[in-house]
């Protein structure tokens, strides 16, 4: 499986940027995809997930109520639209699937650069 994230870029505090991320190669076999952010030196955290089967879908309490994660299944596109926009939302922005089997397998996007001022 292979991700190219889109979207990044720099908006004021209080605007919208929606990310965009097409999977291309084994993408029926993805259980689920994510989106995760990172800045420097923190962790890698993830904010919005939705799950292949079933659309169940689950929120960190940071971006509840403000980002929005759904999934083009036929077209193989995962977005998530980020609304009110802080600036601690600022970070490096990354796609995430995975495909559940006995050893899970794991694949990132490049990452893209969400840069929020105030």
């Known amino acids: 499986v292979h991700l190219v994230e889109s979207g990044g870029g720099l908006v004021q505090a209080g605007g919208s940027l929606t990310l965009g991320c097409v999977a291309s190669?084994?993408?029926?076999?993805?259980?689920?995809m994510a989106w995760y952010r990172q800045g420097p030196g923190k962790e890698r955290e993830r904010i919005a997930a939705i799950a292949s089967r079933g659309g169940h879908i689950n929120y960190a309490e940071s971006v509840a109520g403000r980002f929005t994660i759904t999934r083009d299944a036929a077209n193989n596109i995962l977005y998530l639209q980020m609304n009110s926009l802080k600036s601690e939302d600022t970070d490096v922005y990354y796609c995430h699937a995975v495909i559940v089997t006995a050893r899970p397998q794991e694949y990132w996007g490049q990452g893209t650069q969400v840069t929020v001022s105030s």
């Open positions: 190669g084994s993408t029926s076999s993805i259980d689920g």
